[in-house]
């Protein structure tokens, strides 16, 4: 194992400190209010809020911290990833569960799934896109998340393994990054009025 301060909380297993449920809970609650209530601002609020903070990551990690990260030594990337992925764990799954289920509760209740074809094509794309999101997010970046994570906890990590599991995270994140940027274009089409 990692030689790292030790939490000796029941709530942390390898490294994972499961307190974060609580942060997670508390974000769900909010966004089924801001669904249940009549609070439109609320909703566009929670889907604004929440899309911006994950197409931004997707963005930061696919362009910018992924090919950084690439060419550093195995040491450095092994310490910052055992810092980093544990937090991704909780934050990034629980923004990819809020900021497409917020739109579309938010898209249902501004009309958007009640148009007619021409403009109905825009809804169909953003449905699209999102589901292509999700499938990659919880089937390809949540399970990289955890078999690179505790890989490196290992005492002697295999480098090799570690490197085809983070770079095809990382590409995954920049796909992300680009049909982030595509929903962007969607959305502004959407505001504008199609």
């Known amino acids: 194992?990692?030689?790292?301060?030790?939490?000796?909380?029941?709530?942390?297993?390898?490294?994972?400190?499961?307190?974060?449920?609580?942060?997670?809970?508390?974000?769900?609650?909010?966004?089924?209010?801001?669904?249940?209530?009549?609070?439109?601002?609320?909703?566009?609020?929670?889907?604004i809020v929440t899309g911006v903070m994950l197409t931004g990551w997707d963005i930061l990690m696919g362009f910018i911290i992924g090919p950084i990260l690439r060419r550093l030594s195995f040491d450095f990337r092994r310490q910052f990833s055992l810092r980093l992925l544990p937090k991704t764990l909780f934050i990034m799954t629980t923004l990819g569960i809020i900021a497409p289920t917020s739109g579309w509760f938010l898209a249902v209740r501004l009309g958007y799934v009640d148009l007619d074809y021409p403009d109905f094509w825009w809804v169909i794309a953003a449905l699209a896109i999102a589901t292509i999101m999700s499938i990659q997010g919880l089937l390809i970046l949540l399970p990289a998340n955890v078999r690179a994570y505790l890989e490196m906890r290992k005492e002697n990590p295999d480098p090799e393994r570690v490197g085809r599991i983070l770079n095809r995270y990382f590409t995954v994140i920049a796909s992300q990054g680009v049909m982030q940027v595509l929903i962007v274009i969607i959305m502004v089409n959407f505001a504008d009025g199609l």
């Open 1 to 47: 194992m990692i030689a790292a301060a030790p939490d000796q909380s029941r709530f942390v297993y390898e490294g994972l400190d499961f307190r974060n449920f609580i942060w997670v809970a508390l974000a769900l609650i909010i966004m089924i209010m801001s669904i249940t209530t009549e609070n439109d601002w609320l909703l566009r609020f929670v889907h």
